[in-house]
Every structure is written in structure tokens, then in C-alpha cells.
């Protein structure tokens, strides 16, 4: 079965710091992967995603990341956080070989950035 | 261009109650989700529809039930409300299966007491 696991409920980062957001997966077959981002009281937003080709993938708001097949891991990353970065992020995987029709999505990570 | 659009925004319900959560999407989209969104457990799918006239059961489709009429509307409907279904509830549109990412609405902040 498809899963996605985000070990941390919370990242803490002080404002230009680089911050990661961990994300790994598990599917039967190859992986569609997803980042979106939840700000207060909004519906989730788009962020960046891996189909296929280069493992390092970039996305809006300075946002990037590296698709790692033998960690089976899509950790998010951005070189110098700013305070508005604060929100909820999701990782989510669509599993190629069956159909693409389902998207499962992790817990969501809280970041905070710390002026 | 509105996009994922949804009401109402908030709703309080009485067990028992039933009601009917509307979402509508403007960008020809052809696939349409309804998720619930609890502390801790990320989205749940609900039921999805994979075009007009057309709909199935997500991960968590119990006392659930969906209509899908019209291409640009995805009904979510509550027949009996319990307060287990407190949660907030997010609809998605996308273009297709598999690479393209989803467009959520604002979201419908539901209690049942």
C-alpha cells in the first residue's frame, strides 16, 4: 500500500537559515511526488513536483527539491528562510502503476521561521 | 478565473442534521476530490469523480455521498451528521491522473454537536 511518512510535526529555522522538510514514501510501483504548502485558514497550494528526470526539482517561492530513489525519500529544501515561509507542508505521492487516480498525502510538517 | 471555489465557509450541524457541501471549479478541470482534513492525519480522500456522471469512494467514504451532475460541480452531501464528521473539508480539481498537480478550494470548516 502507498504511504507517505513526514517524521517531523514541527521545524523550527531562524530567518536565513537553510531549512529542510523531510519527507519519504513508499509505493509498489514508481512514484509521482508532490509538496504543497497550507497557510492559515487557506486551501493547500502547489509547490513543486517530480514526475521524472533530473532528481533535483525547483519550485515557487525559492523552493527546491532532491528525489532520492534509494532513500526513497523527496526532501524539501530553501537555501535562506524567510518569516513568511511559516506554514504547513504536505507531502503526497501518486503511485505511476496504478492508475495515478489516488493521491496520498503525509501528516504535514508545522515550519515556524524566527525572525 | 475563480478557480476552486466552495460553500459555504462554516457550518455548524446538529447530529442527525444532513446537508450539502457545493464546489465548484472554473479551469475545465476533469477529475474532482473531496478530502477531510484532521489534526495529525493529514488529508483523507472521500470520494473522487474521474468525470460527469461519475464517481468512487476515496479512503474514508462512510456516511458520505457525492453527485457529480455537471463537469464544473462536485457535491459532497452529509445525510445524517455525526460528530465524528467535525472537520474541515477541502475539494480539488485537476486536469488528469498521475502528473498533475491538484487545485484545492478554500476550504468548509464543519462542527456536528
Known amino acids: 500500500a502507498q504511504s507517505v511518512a513526514q517524521p517531523e510535526d514541527q521545524v523550527n529555522v531562524a530567518e536565513g537559515n537553510p531549512l529542510t522538510v523531510k519527507c519519504t514514501y513508499s509505493?509498489?510501483?514508481?512514484?509521482?511526488l508532490f509538496w504543497y504548502v497550507q497557510y492559515p485558514n487557506r486551501g493547500l497550494q502547489f509547490l513543486l513536483k517530480?514526475?521524472?528526470?533530473?532528481?533535483l526539482v525547483k519550485g515557487s517561492y525559492g523552493f527546491e527539491a532532491e528525489f532520492n530513489k534509494s532513500q526513497t525519500s523527496f526532501h524539501l529544501k530553501k537555501p535562506s528562510a524567510l518569516v513568511s515561509d511559516s506554514a504547513l507542508y504536505f507531502c503526497?505521492?501518486?503511485?505511476?502503476?496504478?492508475?495515478?487516480?489516488?493521491?496520498?498525502f503525509g501528516a504535514g510538517t508545522r515550519l515556524f521561521v524566527k525572525a | 478565473n475563480a478557480g476552486v471555489t466552495q460553500t459555504p465557509k462554516f457550518r455548524v450541524l446538529k447530529t442527525g442534521q444532513s446537508m450539502t457541501l457545493l464546489c465548484a471549479q472554473d479551469m475545465n478541470h476533469e477529475y474532482m476530490y473531496w478530502y477531510r482534513q484532521d489534526p495529525g492525519m493529514g488529508l483523507r480522500l472521500i470520494h473522487y469523480?474521474?468525470?460527469?456522471?461519475?464517481?468512487a469512494k476515496g479512503e474514508v467514504p462512510d456516511g458520505y455521498n457525492v453527485s457529480r451532475l455537471k463537469k464544473q460541480n462536485f457535491l459532497l452531501g452529509l445525510e445524517s451528521a455525526a460528530p465524528s464528521q467535525t472537520s474541515v473539508y477541502f475539494c480539488a480539481s485537476t486536469w488528469g491522473t498521475e502528473t498533475y498537480e491538484q487545485y484545492f478550494g478554500p476550504g468548509t470548516r464543519l462542527t456536528v454537536t
Open positions: 469523480s474521474v468525470g460527469e456522471g461519475t464517481t
Open positions: 503526497a505521492v501518486r503511485d505511476r502503476d496504478t492508475g495515478g487516480f489516488k493521491t496520498i
Open positions: 517530480y514526475i521524472t528526470g533530473d532528481n
Open positions: 509505493v509498489s510501483g514508481n512514484p509521482y
